[in-house]
């Protein structure tokens, strides 16, 4: 039996709207539950709730927010069972995954409240004794919306360091998975008591994103704005947030290499390699797209990476444990992976492995021959499909690797850490890792991309930073006076 979800969290309170909409389990299309469907009215109310609750929520000490984001960090754990089954059964992800992703969120919290207690400001010397001090405040309301693909785990870094900042949330969670990146925060949020206006979360269905999206980006009220998600809706919103004059971090889409040197541990490349490209069907923003190895070990690489890649299960992630490779989100995206493999196939690329695709289903799939006029080469995927490419030198690797709109994560694989941070400096990304997966995150790191990656970072003293505003406030000891005239 479907789930229910009929109100809004407003204020503190459980607000009906009358209408809901249909949240689908991608695995088999069925209805996983009905969840409110709210408008432009209703978004209006959950700023206005959230600009009245800031006044005495930023009025409370540092150790008080600390103290409630440590409560909602304990819910999160309490919940556990309930949220990797949701996880699976609303976004179609691997049990691993689910685990992984909701034993995460309790730590970014933690690492929120760990701010509090970090310096907000410093004191600066003054050519006239006074005491100068450049100061840091929360900014008010702050608009976050989440994506679909790890939906607790990027809400949470949204909103848990602008709230533990002392800013007040309106949260608008992907209309794929409203309950795992929306309803289940306002939940636990009542749980653990945290005042009522400090977060109210909006679901709405797709057809009201539009109008809700405009709202809660362009109010007066909202002073900031958080987003992750594509670089199409990513543009959009920065645009309006710069129309207006409002702080935005966008954290967008990628394109990112995993860059394989001729003296690399080859076991721990294809585990890179295998772990980066199809966790989570390829639907991760910083997921390896390109993978770049150099001629001297190129066969031997795709050989055990193939290997690899082959042991990986295709199913429906509810009904068996060892399902590795769920559906993706819905046909819309099957239906562009689709499009990218016949392209290749097309222009002459060779499928290693995989290449099927059955409904949501699309099987770990490896091509080679890949060339740049091929969709597959420069568009973002968002699924379970790597081109292996080879390449001579250095030079040429960071050269491939940097052809791309993209700039948000990278991976290279070398013995000489020498040589992977000289590769590192030169390529256009936000993240790189040497000797792992692009595929990296800590609660409390700078996390973002360059180019068509996005503007800002997210984590730790970064999210503090985007989410608060600096004032120069000084104190006079009698250093300066006026000139007599006055």
């Keep these: 039996m479907a789930r229910s979800f009929d109100n809004l969290f407003i204020g503190g309170s459980w607000v009906p709207t009358g209408s809901a909409f249909d949240d689908l389990n991608p695995a088999d299309g069925s209805v996983w539950a009905r969840v409110a469907d709210g408008n432009a009215g209703m978004a209006v109310r959950a700023i206005e709730s959230a600009q009245a609750a800031f006044p005495q929520w930023s009025g409370l000490t540092h150790a008080e927010r600390a103290h409630y984001m440590l409560k909602v960090a304990d819910e999160f754990e309490r919940r556990r069972e309930d949220l990797v089954a949701a996880l699976q059964g609303e976004g179609g992800g691997w049990f691993g995954k689910g685990m992984f992703e909701s034993g995460y969120v309790p730590g970014v919290f933690r690492a929120a409240a760990a701010m509090n207690y970090n310096p907000i400001g410093e004191v600066m010397p003054s050519d006239y004794g006074k005491v100068s001090m450049a100061m840091r405040r929360p900014m008010g309301v702050v608009t976050v919306i989440s994506p679909w693909n790890f ?16 800013n007040c949330v309106v949260l608008k969670p992907s209309e794929e998975t409203p309950f795992t990146g929306g309803m289940i925060f306002a939940e636990i949020f009542e749980a653990a008591g945290v005042p009522p206006g400090v977060l109210n979360v909006v679901t709405c269905s797709r057809e009201n994103v539009p109008t809700v999206g405009d709202v809660i980006v362009e109010h007066p009220l909202v002073k900031g704005i958080s987003f992750t998600g594509s670089t199409p809706v990513g543009r959009v919103i920065a645009a309006k947030a710069g129309a207006h004059l409002k702080k935005c971090c966008v954290e967008l889409g990628g394109k990112d290499a995993l860059i394989v040197c001729d003296d690399a541990d080859l076991d721990r490349a294809t585990a890179a390699a295998n772990f980066g490209s199809f966790m989570h069907q390829g639907q991760i923003c910083m997921s390896v797209e390109k993978i770049l190895v150099q001629e001297q070990v190129f066969d ?28 993706l989100i819905n046909d819309k995206q099957a239906g562009k992976v689709r499009e990218q493999i016949e392209d290749a196939v097309a222009k002459g690329a060779r499928v290693v492995i995989g290449g099927g695709v059955n409904g949501r289903f699309v099987e770990p799939t490896i091509l080679t021959g890949v060339t740049p006029d091929m969709k597959v080469y420069a568009e973002e995927t968002f699924g379970p499909v790597v081109p292996v490419i080879p390449f001579r030198t250095d030079d040429e690797a960071i050269a491939i690797a940097n052809d791309s709109e993209y700039g948000l994560s990278s991976g290279v694989i070398t013995k000489d850490e020498g040589r992977g941070f000289a590769i590192a400096s030169a390529l256009e990304t936000g993240m790189c890792h040497i000797n792992c997966s692009s595929v990296n995150d800590e609660p409390h790191v700078p996390f973002g991309g360059s180019k068509s990656s996005g503007v800002g970072r997210h984590g730790g003293r970064w999210s503090t930073e985007t989410f608060t505003e600096t004032r120069w406030v000084t104190l006079e000891r009698g250093g300066r006076g006026f000139p007599p005239m006055f």
């Design 151 to 166: 939906p607790t785990l990027l809400t949470a870094r949204g909103l848990a360091f602008p709230i533990a900042a002392g």
């Design 300 to 327: 031997a690489f795709l050989s055990r990476f193939a290997e690899r890649a082959a042991k990986l299960k295709v199913g429906d992630p509810s009904a068996d444990k060892g399902h590795v490779i769920g559906p």
